[in-house]
């Protein structure tokens, strides 16, 4: 489903004053599409996708999954936690993988707490590492893995709930070129696979040449929405 940011503003109390993190910002991510976020160090990136998640409240503006009003500035906590519970994959810049659970257990957890009952749970977890190239690794906790491959269970994880919006922050900043450019592929065909508008913040534009858009902010605000030409 579309993800759809409607005038979003953020301020966050100073001192005496507020600052605006986010100023007055649109965006849209059509379906089965992703949009890198780029921009330098305070230009608002990590507040505006935490507004997309309904982790923190907009000061004004509107979030729309679907055409559907999802987050404003009077939505609750617990209406916010449902939402994305039900509708919104995440994943962090450090993959917070359960340290106990073995990589098909994450997956299998993930799609249990979020309701998912397809008629093999296991087999869609399977396929899923397959997808992001782990599926040999599937019995390996976190400390058995190296950091390139906790991120890809990390993104598989953030799938299995089937998500109709992925969010994903810095997801290349613990990878090498190379890697990172692979998890931004890898991402970018699984948005298109699966239908998930994907938002995807960056520091490292080199990383990005498979994405549908790029957006960079700069003191609060959208600069310019371009989309990459192909190659
Ligand atoms: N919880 C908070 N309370 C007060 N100010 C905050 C808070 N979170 C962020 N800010 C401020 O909001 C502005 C935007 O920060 P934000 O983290 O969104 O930027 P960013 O583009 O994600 O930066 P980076 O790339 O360094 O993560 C910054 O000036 C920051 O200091």
């Not at 409607?6 to 379906?31: K, M, Q, R």
């Not at 305070?42 to 996708?49: C, M, Q, T």
């Not at 004004?60 to 999954?65: F, K, Y």
């Not at 070129?177 to 298109?192: C, D, I, K, M, P």
Request: net charge negative; glycine share 10%.
């Amino acid at each position: 489903m579309d993800l759809h940011l409607e005038n979003i503003t953020l301020t966050y109390p100073d001192g005496d004053t507020t600052l605006t993190a986010v100023n007055d910002v649109g965006l849209a991510v059509p379906a089965g599409t992703t949009t890198a976020l780029l921009g330098p160090s305070g230009a608002g990136k990590s507040s505006l996708l935490a507004v997309a998640a309904g982790l923190t409240r907009p000061s004004s503006g509107t979030v729309r999954i679907g055409g559907e009003i999802v987050f404003t500035p009077a939505t609750t906590v617990a209406e916010a936690t449902r939402v994305r519970l039900e509708r919104i994959g995440m994943v962090f810049q450090s993959p917070q993988l359960l340290g106990s659970l073995t990589a098909l257990e994450q997956l299998e957890l993930q799609a249990h707490l979020r309701g998912r009952r397809p008629a093999s749970l296991r087999a869609r977890a399977m396929e899923l590492l397959d997808a992001v190239g782990v599926a040999d690794h599937h019995a390996k906790r976190p400390a058995q893995l190296s950091g390139g491959q906790r991120q890809r269970v990390a993104i598989a994880r953030a799938l299995a709930g089937e998500p109709q919006v992925l969010l994903v922050d810095e997801p290349t900043s613990a990878l090498d070129h190379e890697r990172g450019t692979q998890v931004v592929e890898l991402l970018t065909g699984l948005a298109r696979e699966t239908g998930a508008a994907t938002l995807l913040v960056s520091h490292d534009a080199a990383t990005l040449a498979t994405v549908d858009a790029t957006v960079r902010m700069l003191d609060a605000r959208i600069e310019q929405e371009a989309p990459l030409t192909a190659g």
